[in-house]
C-alpha cells in the first residue's frame, strides 16, 4: 500500500477545543495513518513514497451532498422561476421522460465533474438508469450512496417492473468499486407513490438490508395532498407504513410541526436540507434549527443542478448558517461548525458513513479537499472555519483525494475529461429539446 504524507498545512478538525491546526497528516492506501501538529516525525517522513507541500493549503473532510439528481445537470436553466408542481408535471417529466442511458451518463458526468472541482468527494443520487450512474462514480473515483427512484403512478405492472430494476440495481452494485458504491431504496415521494407500492419496497429495503431514502414534506401543497389523499400528513404516514422501520434520510422536510420533529428524532430519521433548492422554488424554509435541536442528523444536498443551479456545496454550508439567522432573528441559529459539520461529519452520519468519513481522523478514510488560502478572503488569518462557511468557494478548491487517491490536482481533473464531457452533455441537451 502507498504512504504518502501532507506537511506544513492547516487541517481542520472541528473539534471544539481545536477546530483547526498546524501540523501533518499521512496516509497509507485508502486511510488516514497518523496526524498531528508541527513537523512530521521522521519515521513518517521516512516511510512516506510521496510528499505533498501543504503549505498555502486548508485541508478538510471531503464535503457530501446527501441529495440530488446528478443527471439533471443536462437541464440547467430550463424552467426556471416556477413553482415545484409546474416545474415538475410541465417541463422535468416531459424532458426526463426523453432519456436514454447516455443522457443519464454524460449528465452524471458533467455533475461529477462539477462535485470533484468543488470539493465534494461523497454524494446521493437518485434516479433511473443507475447502473450508468454507478459507471460514472467508478470512473471518477467519488464515493456515492445511489438508488433507483421510482415513481408509482403507473399500472401495477410497471411498478414490478421499476421495483424489480431497483433491486437489481441494488444487488449489483452495492459494496463495488471497492466499496465506494452503496446502494439504498427509494419511493420518489409518499404523493407519487401509493400506500401499498411503499410498503413493497420498505419489505425490498428489508430484505437486502439497505437503508431509505425519499423526498418528503417540500412543499406545502404536498402536504395538503398527502392529508386529503390518506387523511395524514406525509411523517405519520410514512410511518404506518412502516418506512421509518429501516435507517432513512428524508430529502427537504421543509413543512414540518412540532409533533413530526419529535417523532422523526425518536425514529432516527435523518434530514437532507436542501436551502438553495428550496428557496429557488419557493418551497419554504425548513427548520433545520429546530430539528437540530431535537436530536435530528441534518445533512446538506444541493439537489439537482434544474433547481439549483449549481453544486457547490460551499453555498449550501454558508446558505445554512445564513438564512436561518435571517428568519429566526437569531444570529446564534446555526453557527459555523455546525454548518461545516452539516456539510461533513453529518453528511457521513446520514447515510451510514459515520466512522468511515466526514472527518479528518486517523483509521478513516481518506477522502480530502484541499483549498487554496492563498486568497484576499482568506485573510486576515482569524477563524478558518469561519472563513470556510462565510468566504469560501468551490472555485477555492485546489486538490481533492477520495480513499486516498487524487481525483483532483491543482484544479486539474485526474480521473475525468473535463472538455470531452462538456461537448457530450452539451449534444445530448441538444438531442433532447430537439
Known amino acids: 500500500m502507498k504512504r504518502w504524507l501532507i506537511q506544513n498545512g492547516l487541517f ?7 477546530p483547526t491546526y498546524e501540523g501533518w497528516l499521512s496516509v497509507e492506501g485508502d486511510r488516514i495513518a497518523g496526524m498531528g501538529e ?38 440547467r436553466g430550463l424552467a426556471d422561476d416556477l413553482a415545484l408542481q409546474d416545474w415538475l408535471e410541465n417541463h422535468m417529466w416531459p424532458t426526463e421522460a426523453k432519456f436514454a442511458g447516455d443522457d443519464v451518463y454524460w449528465g452524471t458526468s458533467l455533475a461529477a465533474a462539477e462535485m470533484i472541482l468543488s470539493g465534494t468527494t461523497t454524494f446521493v443520487d437518485m434516479y433511473d438508469h443507475m447502473g450508468r450512474v454507478a459507471e460514472v462514480v467508478e470512473q471518477a473515483g467519488l464515493r456515492a450512496s445511489l438508488t433507483r427512484g421510482v415513481i408509482g403512478l403507473c399500472p401495477p405492472e410497471v411498478q414490478t417492473a421499476k421495483l424489480n430494476d431497483a433491486v437489481q440495481f441494488a444487488r449489483d452494485w452495492h459494496g463495488k468499486a471497492d466499496g465506494r458504491i452503496r446502494a439504498m431504496m427509494s419511493p420518489h415521494a409518499p404523493y407519487t407513490c401509493p400506500p401499498d407500492y411503499i410498503e413493497r419496497i420498505v419489505a425490498a429495503a428489508h430484505e437486502l438490508g439497505l437503508p431509505l431514502h425519499t423526498h418528503m414534506s417540500e412543499s406545502a401543497a404536498e402536504v395538503a395532498q398527502n392529508v386529503r389523499d390518506y387523511g395524514t400528513r406525509p411523517v405519520a404516514h410514512l410511518d404506518s407504513l412502516g418506512f421509518f422501520s429501516r435507517p432513512s434520510l428524508v430529502a427537504h422536510a421543509v413543512h414540518l410541526n412540532d409533533e413530526e420533529i419529535a417523532l422523526l428524532a425518536e425514529r432516527g430519521v435523518a434530514v437532507s436540507h436542501n436551502p438553495v433548492s428550496n428557496l429557488k422554488l419557493a418551497s419554504g424554509v425548513a427548520r433545520a434549527p429546530d430539528l437540530l435541536r431535537a436530536g435530528v442528523t441534518v445533512s446538506l444536498g444541493t439537489d439537482s443542478a434544474a433547481s439549483n443551479n449549481n453544486l457547490d456545496l460551499f453555498e449550501e454550508i454558508r446558505l445554512a448558517a445564513l438564512l436561518h439567522k435571517g428568519v429566526s432573528g437569531d444570529p446564534t441559529a446555526v453557527p459555523a461548525a455546525e454548518a461545516l459539520r452539516m456539510g461533513t461529519l453529518y453528511g457521513a452520519r446520514a447515510i451510514g458513513l459515520e466512522g468511515v468519513t466526514g472527518e479528518l481522523r486517523p483509521g478513516l478514510k481518506a477522502d480530502l479537499t484541499a483549498v487554496s488560502i492563498a486568497k484576499p478572503h482568506f485573510v486576515p488569518r482569524t477563524d478558518y472555519v469561519s472563513h470556510l462557511v462565510y468566504a469560501a468557494n468551490g472555485a477555492d478548491v485546489a486538490h481533492v483525494w477520495v480513499d486516498g487517491k487524487q481525483l483532483l490536482r491543482g484544479r486539474e481533473l485526474l480521473t475525468l475529461d473535463a472538455e470531452r464531457i462538456r461537448f ?11
Open 12 to 18: 481542520v478538525t472541528l473539534a471544539s477545543e481545536r
Open 38 to 75: 508541527g513537523a512530521a516525525p521522521a519515521h513518517e517522513a521516512e516511510a512516506a513514497e510521496e510528499i505533498v507541500d501543504g503549505k498555502g493549503l486548508l485541508f478538510l473532510p471531503g464535503l457530501i451532498n446527501t441529495h440530488g439528481h446528478a443527471a439533471m445537470s443536462l437541464l
Open 424 to 434: 457530450e452533455a452539451q449534444r445530448c441537451f441538444e438531442r433532447l429539446r430537439g
